[in-house]
């Protein structure tokens, strides 16, 4: 087998939020990936970076009081430190904010104009009234204009997939203000996707086994048939104020976050190269013989198979090898949830003391190469876990290595077992390649069942001979001997098949048995005669079920019901220090008396001197606006309220404070005892709208 050059990606994490479980089925499954290509021999680079620019960043600084420099900066360290703990191993984890990704937007920029492929001109764009601001499309949000979903952003459907110019929602509002944006001109700069050598290019490249099965198909709903014009032309640039690179030659526009991020990934591999002395030409020009793999979430196919491959080629840079799509994670059958615990970020399951390796495992048991989300059920996955690495792998080797340390001052059988080996176990030592296509086609599932039925086989290869018998009796030294030299031998397979999904644990495992880091070609040959192994130590403990308590507990917010009203007291009632709420009885007359409207959060800001108040504008629709003083300041982010719909009690009388007068009360829920830190606000299902009466 000749060694292959491979550059494999994953999708930039945006540099405005924490990495969570959902994010790291990609990364873990593409770690698996790259760590069995370079056990294989082969040249394989993995990179990535952190997608640094756009207005989120811009308004996150902005309210934190720093740069976007020194926010990227840090959340760059933030999810280093993230992937470092889950065992994902980049060779270069970078910055879009970059000299290199500059130099290639521009240079891409310029080529696409060269061949007419940009085009300018005059678009209708919303515009916030109250911020002053042109809205990018993700701070636009309204009814998907293919499928009628409520709540989607500006530039694609998260329900259906579609992507649209933002002017296409209906019933659009800003989600910076809550406002009704205004539509203004402003000249645009647009990829012109629609050309009929993108149309002609991407009908042929998707049909080129460049995509999964599903995902090919996907795209021939979006392309259309021949003679069909259904793509449409992709804007590309954002008027200023943006944090970003400044589209050349058009001052006070900027290239949209969405071009220059994937251009990231050459951004890194040229860094890279810088640093490791490789020829970024080899590997980008359009007759390059090296591969190159994206691995994505299904939500981003869009950009990444029609947009990305079409500017490449008309750009002269190579396309693509492969895009690998994949599907979404659930927890215990269901959405991760805050409420439930099951929202779980990165650092939280760490600092839970949780192996890193125990998710691991159970990620690539579920993956099968295709676009099927994932469910991580957290019942199972304890006991899968603890079945399959602990009580059938590790199993192996402690029922062995006690008696090789003992009994044969640590060292295996003077002679060859490989007989014995063929005779009892043949199919183990046959296995990688069966094994190595399952990783390949990144079926870790299949690969993961296999190894388990293996050593399922081993473990009856134990129950069968029964070396703790054989130390018992008189003259079967020898034999005892050639048991437990099988059953390191056996182990040390199981370890190598592992050991892309496992690394920490093979580490641990190869230095028990004293061995250089195992490689795929070592699957070939059993131990020397007389081997020499070191003192067994507990590789991995198994998960107790009141560590997944503790975790849910560290991830879970109350929803016990309490108001957040306009004033810092919340009107909850205790009972003589027992934190027990008043259970008086209201008839269905007074529960009339209130007025309980849907409102949009139009503006909320931190108030001045006040430790526990936020002040909200609320629009409820044709009853105009409200300002209520809500003592939510601990639990939420004012920027993030706003454009959120909530509850508010409509009719309760005004009362002044020294801030200003609270005009109402939104509703909230909290834990028990009523602490800030556990409040939740209401909101209502999709469809509502502001001023619609609660009943």
């Known amino acids: 087998m000749s060694a292959r050059q491979i550059l494999v990606t994953s999708a930039l994490p945006y540099a405005n939020g924490a990495i969570h479980l959902g994010h790291l089925v990609e990364y873990i499954q593409t770690d698996i990936w790259v760590r069995f290509q370079k056990m294989r021999g082969h040249e394989c680079w993995y990179v990535c970076a952190d997608d640094t620019h756009g207005t989120p960043i811009m308004l996150r600084a902005e309210k934190e009081g720093i740069t976007p420099e020194q926010l990227i900066a840090r959340v760059h360290g933030e999810h280093l430190s993230d992937f470092k703990g889950f065992l994902v191993a980049f060779d270069n984890y970078y910055s879009t904010h970059s000299d290199e990704t500059r130099g290639y937007s521009e240079d891409i920029y310029r080529k696409l104009q060269a061949t007419g492929l940009i085009e300018v001109r005059a678009v209708e764009q919303f515009y916030d009234p109250v911020k002053q601001m042109f809205l990018p499309d993700r701070f636009i949000k309204g009814e998907c204009p293919k499928c009628g979903a409520k709540d989607q952003y500006g530039d694609s459907c998260e329900a259906c997939g579609a992507a649209y110019a933002p002017t296409e929602l209906k019933n659009p509002y800003s989600a910076v203000s809550g406002a009704t944006p205004e539509l203004k001109h402003s000249d645009h700069y647009f990829f012109k996707l629609s050309d009929p050598r993108c149309q002609r290019f991407l009908r042929a490249w998707t049909r080129r086994g460049h995509l999964q099965p599903e995902a090919a198909n996907k795209l021939a709903e979006w392309l259309g048939g021949e003679g069909e014009s259904r793509l449409t032309d992709w804007d590309i640039s954002r008027d200023a104020p943006y944090f970003g690179f400044e589209i050349p030659g058009a001052p006070g526009k900027y290239f949209y976050v969405w071009l220059d991020a994937p251009i990231g990934y050459m951004g890194s591999f040229k860094n890279l190269c810088t640093k490791r002395g490789l020829n970024f030409d080899d590997w980008w020009k359009p007759d390059s013989k090296a591969e190159l793999y994206h691995f994505i979430g299904k939500d981003i196919l869009y950009f990444h198979a029609l947009f990305w491959p079409a500017e490449l080629q008309h750009a002269g840079y190579r396309t693509p090898t492969n895009v690998f799509a994949h599907g979404f994670l659930t927890v215990d059958g269901a959405k991760m949830s805050k409420s439930r615990g099951t929202f779980i970020t990165a650092a939280s399951y760490l600092e839970q003391g949780l192996n890193p390796e125990w998710l691991r495992y159970y990620f690539a048991a579920k993956l099968n190469g295709t676009m099927e989300d994932i469910d991580l059920n957290l019942d199972d996955f304890v006991s899968r876990v603890n079945s399959d690495l602990v009580g059938k792998y590790i199993n192996i080797a402690s029922r062995a290595a006690g008696f090789i340390a003992n009994r044969f001052a640590g060292k295996l059988l003077d002679e060859s077992c490989h007989d014995r080996f063929m005779a009892s176990l043949p199919e183990l030592l046959l296995a990688a390649e069966e094994i190595a296509d399952g990783y390949e086609q990144r079926d870790y599932g299949r690969a993961i069942r296999r190894i388990m039925a293996f050593a399922d086989l081993v473990n009856q290869y134990v129950d069968h001979h029964q070396p703790w018998k054989l130390a018992k009796q008189g003259g079967q030294e020898r034999e005892l001997h050639a048991v437990c030299t099988v059953l390191i031998n056996a182990f040390r397979l199981l370890t190598l098949y592992l050991k892309p999904v496992c690394p920490q644990l093979a580490r641990r495992a190869e230095e028990f048995l004293n061995l250089a880091p195992l490689h795929w070609r070592d699957a070939a040959h059993l131990l020397p005669p007389g081997h020499a192994i070191n003192p067994y130590e507990h590789l991995m403990s198994r998960i107790e079920p009141k560590q997944i308590e503790a975790l849910l507990a560290a ?141």
């Not at 309490?562 to 027990?580: D, T, V």
């Not at 009360?665 to 834990?671: E, H, K, P, R, T």
């Open 555 to 695: 991830n879970r917010e109350s929803l016990a019901p309490a108001p957040a009203e306009h004033s810092p007291q919340r009107h909850a009632q205790h009972q003589s220090g027992e934190g027990k709420r008043a259970v008086e009885q209201i008839g269905s007359d007074d529960f009339a008396k209130v007025d309980l409207r849907i409102a949009r959060i139009a503006a909320a800001a931190h108030v001045e001197g006040a430790e526990k108040l936020l002040r909200l504008t609320l629009d409820l629709g044709p009853l105009g606006t409200r300002q209520v003083f809500a003592g939510i300041k601990a639990a939420y982010d004012p920027a993030a309220l706003v454009g959120r719909l909530t509850v508010m009690v409509a009719n309760l009388a005004p009362r002044k404070m020294k801030f200003g007068v609270s005009d109402g009360m939104v509703l909230a829920a909290s834990d028990p005892e009523g602490k800030t830190g556990g409040l939740y606000l209401l909101s209502p299902d999709s469809g509502a709208t502001p001023g619609m009466q609660v009943k």
